[in-house]
């Protein structure tokens, strides 16, 4: 670790958990690159792959991530027109599908509509790996096309868990105003607590660490309002 990072580590008390309150303004006073850092969210879950367990879905950002996402989308007819109309950044059908089985991935999101999807199934090695395959749990496979690619350039994320049984969101950047920040994290928080399986009981959340690009991450202490929701 740098020198500069373990100066900033050591505002944090690495046996506590912050509020969100305190966990917001301690990661924009952790972060000490020279560049705006992203804020992620991660958060360790109840729930064991090896039962088949896994959730993902969808979060609106109400201040979106700071982020410019490049939308790519697979539809053909009309709806080419709708997807450029939306600010989709790639537009294409099999032309499309070509291109990324060579190597093609300069896109953060990728959509298709449905009738797609047969052909789209052939790009499952290259997509797969990244967590990029269209898919209807994830909103990324579907008929509104124009509707979608706005909603993903405003903010909209999704998430899923990974193999070791932890979500990664990314819900800000530290030169966002802290409520902002704040609005953001709580969205995320609450649409991962609503993936909750019913196979799941007691607590959901093992642990809900936020950090900066380039700090230490701090845990925050999300009982409370958890306890309070159900």
């Not at 301690?26 to 064991?48: H, M, Q």
């Not at 993902?56 to 539809?75: E, Q, Y």
């Not at 202490?221 to 958890?226: A, N």
């Amino acid at each position: 670790m740098s020198k500069k990072y373990n100066e900033v580590a050591k505002l944090v008390d690495p046996l506590k958990k912050y509020s969100i309150e305190e966990g917001i303004e301690l990661v924009k006073k952790t972060a000490w690159a020279k560049f705006p850092e992203s804020i992620d969210l991660a958060i360790n879950l109840n729930l064991s792959s090896k039962k088949s367990e896994s959730i993902r879905g969808l979060v609106s950002l109400p201040f979106g991530t700071g982020k410019t996402r490049k939308i790519a989308v697979l539809t053909k007819g009309e709806k080419i027109k709708e997807a450029e109309d939306a600010g989709a950044d790639v537009v294409g059908a099999e032309d499309l599908i070509e291109k990324i089985s060579k190597g093609f991935l300069d896109f953060d999101v990728l959509l298709a509509s449905p009738d797609m999807m047969p052909s789209v199934g052939k790009l499952g090695k290259v997509l797969g790996t990244k967590g990029l395959m269209p898919n209807p749990k994830s909103g990324t496979v579907t008929n509104n096309i124009g509707q979608s690619v706005k909603e993903f350039k405003a903010g909209k994320a999704e998430f899923r868990m990974e193999k070791n049984g932890v979500v990664h969101l990314m819900f800000g950047k530290v030169n966002f105003e802290s409520e902002k920040l704040k609005e953001n994290l709580v969205a995320s928080i609450d649409a991962i607590r609503k993936s909750k399986p019913s196979s799941v009981k007691g607590e959901f959340f093992k642990s809900v660490t936020i950090s900066s690009t380039m700090g230490p991450g701090v845990k925050l202490d999300v009982r409370s309002s958890e306890e309070e929701e159900e």
